[in-house]
C-alpha cells in the first residue's frame, strides 16, 4: 500500500502499479474520516496508516457500493465499530439489490455488488447533509446512487469513480484502453456526465478519485474530459 498526503486529505492506494484502488483518510480536529474501505484484505493496512497518522477514525463514507469500495468495511466496523455513512439511494446496492426505480434510467447497474456485507448503514446521506468538513454531493452515473465530497475548507473532491485519473482522466463510462475497467462498470453515461458538470461547477483545488493519482488545479482537464463524454454521448 502507498499513502500519499495533501493538505488535510490521505490518499492509500492499493496495487498502485497494476490496478490501483484508492480510499482517502479526511482529517479532522477531533479525529479522521475513512472515505470507502478498498478490498477485503484491505483491513489491516488502513488500519496500520490510521495509527501512522495518529488520530482515531471517527466516522466511515461510502461514495459507493461497488465491491472495491466496500470490500473491508465488515472488518473495519468490527474493530472501530464507528458510523457508517451513504447515500439513501446507494444504500439498497450495499444490501445487494440491483433494481431500479421506475423513474430511473433502465440501463443495467454493473460492476461488482456486494453480496455478503453484514454493515447496516447509520446514517443516510442526501445532497447537502454535512459530515464534519465535508458536504455531500449527489454524483450519480457509475451507480445510481454515487456521491462525491466537498472539502469545504481547501475545495478538494473526493469525487469516487465519477471520473478516473489511471491513464489520463475520463468521466465515468468513457472507456481509457489502458485501464477499462470504471468505464466496464458504469451504469449511465448520460447522468455520469451531468454529475461531471456539476463537480466541475464547483472548482475543486484538487481531485481525489477512486483509480489514479490525486490531480491538483483540475478544471482544465475536467473540462477537456467532459467534452470528450459529451462527444461519445452524441455517437
Same mark, same amino acid.
Given at each position: 500500500?502507498?499513502? !500519499?498526503?495533501?493538505? =488535510? $486529505?490521505? &490518499?492509500?492506494?492499493?496495487?498502485? !502499479?497494476?490496478?490501483?484502488? =484508492?480510499?482517502?483518510?479526511?482529517?479532522?480536529?477531533?479525529?479522521l474520516t475513512l472515505i470507502d474501505a478498498a478490498l477485503p484484505n484491505s483491513v489491516a493496512a488502513i488500519m496500520?496508516?490510521?495509527?501512522?497518522?495518529?488520530?482515531?477514525?471517527?466516522?466511515?463514507? $461510502?461514495?459507493?457500493?461497488? =465491491?472495491?469500495?466496500?470490500?473491508?468495511?465488515?472488518?473495519l466496523k468490527d474493530k472501530w465499530d464507528v458510523p457508517v455513512y451513504v447515500s439513501s439511494r446507494e444504500a439498497r446496492l450495499l444490501a445487494g439489490d440491483r433494481s431500479?426505480?421506475?423513474?430511473?434510467? &433502465?440501463?443495467?447497474?454493473?460492476?461488482?455488488?456486494?453480496?455478503?456485507?453484514?454493515?447496516?448503514?447509520?446514517? $443516510? $446521506?442526501?445532497?447537502?447533509? !454535512?459530515?464534519g468538513s465535508l458536504l455531500a454531493i449527489a454524483a450519480p452515473g457509475h451507480t445510481p %446512487?454515487?456521491?462525491?465530497?466537498?472539502?469545504?475548507?481547501? =475545495?478538494?473532491?473526493?469525487? %469516487?469513480?465519477?471520473? &478516473?485519473? !489511471?491513464?489520463?482522466?475520463?468521466?465515468?463510462?468513457?472507456?481509457i484502453p489502458s485501464f477499462p475497467?470504471?468505464?466496464?462498470a458504469t451504469w449511465n453515461l448520460e447522468a455520469a456526465v451531468q454529475s461531471a458538470r456539476k463537480i466541475n461547477g464547483l472548482m475543486p483545488s484538487l481531485l481525489a478519485?477512486?483509480?489514479g493519482d490525486l490531480l491538483s488545479s483540475p478544471s482544465g482537464k475536467i473540462n477537456e474530459a467532459i467534452k470528450k463524454a459529451e462527444e461519445r454521448l452524441m455517437k
Amino acid at each position: 500500500m502507498r499513502m !500519499r498526503k495533501e493538505g =488535510n $486529505l490521505y &490518499q492509500l492506494t492499493f496495487m498502485p !502499479r497494476f490496478f490501483p484502488i =484508492n480510499c482517502y483518510f479526511v482529517e479532522e480536529e477531533e479525529g479522521l474520516t475513512l472515505i470507502d474501505a478498498a478490498l477485503p484484505n484491505s483491513v489491516a493496512a488502513i488500519m496500520k496508516a490510521a495509527a501512522e497518522i495518529g488520530k482515531e477514525v471517527r466516522k466511515i463514507i $461510502l461514495t459507493h457500493a461497488h =465491491n472495491d469500495h466496500v470490500g473491508a468495511l465488515d472488518g473495519l466496523k468490527d474493530k472501530w465499530d464507528v458510523p457508517v455513512y451513504v447515500s439513501s439511494r446507494e444504500a439498497r446496492l450495499l444490501a445487494g439489490d440491483r433494481s431500479l426505480a421506475p423513474t430511473e434510467p &433502465q440501463t443495467p447497474i454493473r460492476g461488482g455488488i456486494p453480496k455478503k456485507i453484514k454493515t447496516k448503514p447509520d446514517f $443516510l $446521506l442526501k445532497e447537502g447533509d !454535512r459530515i464534519g468538513s465535508l458536504l455531500a454531493i449527489a454524483a450519480p452515473g457509475h451507480t445510481p %446512487g454515487s456521491i462525491a465530497l466537498l472539502d469545504e475548507r481547501s =475545495n478538494a473532491v473526493i469525487a %469516487g469513480d465519477a471520473f &478516473q485519473t !489511471r491513464g489520463g482522466i475520463a468521466v465515468s463510462g468513457v472507456t481509457i484502453p489502458s485501464f477499462p475497467f470504471p468505464a466496464m462498470a458504469t451504469w449511465n453515461l448520460e447522468a455520469a456526465v451531468q454529475s461531471a458538470r456539476k463537480i466541475n461547477g464547483l472548482m475543486p483545488s484538487l481531485l481525489a478519485v477512486g483509480h489514479g493519482d490525486l490531480l491538483s488545479s483540475p478544471s482544465g482537464k475536467i473540462n477537456e474530459a467532459i467534452k470528450k463524454a459529451e462527444e461519445r454521448l452524441m455517437k
